[in-house]
């Protein structure tokens, strides 16, 4: 018996692990009569499964990084859409995302976002410009990858540059890096995630955005291992912690600009097949301590819709 739970480790622990698991138990069973082949019966029930799920989502919370990969040869499409305020400013991007697995645990992508943004103060009325923001070209390599009977650990290491080429009524004209490092563990039922990013912005035109520490974690829940058939949903609660920096103008700091912020994030993850995924989330600051004199921070509103071929 032993030996069987050894055989069937790796299939519990992939992303399919909810198709898996029926595997799993189908082989652990000990009540069933002798003279049934459930040899025969368990390798038609594999090829069966693994010909129908192909290469599933892996499952991630929406507003930090994860330790995931598409697999070798996969095409994800992701197509975001988010929406935050602050005081009388708001700022909406709609990005699509292309990312393409080189190998198993090697993913490089690229996203193209339109960004919408409105100003307003008592001085100035409202005024509103859009165009294509810089797009970002990124690489994730997963280079640290357990299995374990019913659960994986993992960790990546992400790196992203964001080209000035977009507008430049809305783009900054100088190129943007950041790196990452992520760390997840995903079973058929828990779910727990950690992450720190660096975000570095060059000075643009003698102005410069400040630089960006991020630091989150989260924990996820399967609330029901449901049928193959049935739709998948996990719940995930995110902590985000963002750390900005002073803007820069002409070498001197600006004074009303930077601060920490310390935010939760309630979410939800919807898969009605093992191709096409659905998650949405909000973002409430529960925490800002800014510097000078600033608008605090409201809602960060985030939809996305990932497909795989």
Known sequence: MKNKATAYTRLLSTPDSVVWYWVYTLCMRRQEPKHIAWKPLLLLALFFLVSWSGASFAHSPIFMLAPEAPGKEAFDLHTGISHTRQGDDRYSELEQEFTYGITRD??????????????????????????????????????????????????????????????????????????????????????????????????????????????????????????????????????????????????????????????????VLISPTNRLLIRGGVQIPIYQAMNGTQAPKDFTFKLVIETRY
């Open 106 to 267: 090697l993913a490089l992508g690229f996203a193209i976002p339109l960004a919408r943004e409105e100003r307003a103060s008592k001085e100035v009325k409202q005024t509103a410009k859009m165009g294509i923001e810089n797009p970002e070209i990124f690489t994730q390599w997963r280079f640290w990858d357990r299995d374990v009977l019913g659960a994986k650990y993992s960790s990546a290491l992400r790196l992203t540059g964001a080209a000035p080429l977009g507008d430049k009524s809305i783009a900054s004209e100088k190129p943007s890096f950041m790196a990452g490092l992520s760390y997840g563990m995903e079973s058929l039922k828990w779910y727990y995630f950690v992450d720190a990013r660096y975000l570095h912005n060059l000075e643009d035109d003698g102005s410069k955005r400040g630089d960006r520490f991020f630091a989150d974690a989260a924990v996820g829940l399967r609330p029901h291992l449901g049928k193959l058939e049935e739709t998948d949903t996990v719940f995930f609660l995110e902590f985000n912690f963002m750390n900005e920096q002073r803007s820069k103008t002409g070498g001197a700091g600006n004074p009303d600009s930077g601060g920490s912020y310390l935010s939760v994030s309630p979410e």
